[in-house]
């Protein structure tokens, strides 16, 4: 299985070991995602104003190299890059005047009829790959492993682009039980984790994050799963510094392990939570010893 693939800026960044462990994992499904030849930010924001439409060049441009490169849908790992390429794609669809308007400023270099589809990860892993090929290929599962999955906003809203339901997603969930994960939920996992407050309302940020931790750890987990680059550097950064800190993986990084694939790929020390402690404790990865 091949799809065309957008990462994205984050991708190539702050998330690297998101994407080198998505793609370590899909190798092991068979699946191949190949990198868009010509790509740029998705815009990062989807406009709400009418008159606005120079912030929607950005995600028109990429639909518009897409299709210039032969493919009809791309996937991504990002969530927000999803969320802007979903809601400027039903833009298109539903406004082509407003296209139109868009490729006239630039020459009409920009055609785009909104005919793309746009899959987030997830959705490939669940709708094309299929939850028992996953559970086949698990060589190590997550026995023991007590994991609380958090979906945000983008993922999920608005729901004409979410790939779950808003208010009871299960795809996380059930990812996790088919990589023999334990999994705890809770009432704060569709909450914003503040996002772009970070800047300059961290003290937003911080109680979010700290709720939500809190709720995961009475409830017994010992780790947070997410997709969302944003969402992980909120919680991997800004969680309160007195007392135990909760480890935060992203969801391809657990199917690296439960695959068996070598740590290495899957990008664990690139955080500012230490993760391989919980992974060691499980016998889930090796302590190096000394000399290693």
Known sequence: MQIAYYPGCTMKASARQHEDAALAVLGALGVELREMDEWNCCGVVHSLTSDNLIRH?????????LREQGADEVATLCDMCFNTLGRANLLAQRHPEQIAAISATSGDDLSYDGGADVLHLLQVLRDRVGFAKIRARVRRPLRGLSVYPYYGCKLLRPAEVGIDDPETPAVLRDLMLALGATVVEGSLQTQCCGAYHVVNRDEVVTQRVSATTEQARAGGAEAIVLSCPLCHYNFDALQPQSGAQMPIFYYTQLMGIAFGLDPDQLGLEEQ??????????HNLVHAPTPGD
């Not at 060049?57 to 190299?65: G, I, K, L, T």
């Not at 391989?276 to 404790?281: F, K, S, Y």
């Open 57 to 65: 060049m950005a995600p028109v441009r990429v639909f518009a190299r």
């Open 272 to 281: 500012q939570i230490a993760l391989l402690p919980l992974l060691e404790r």
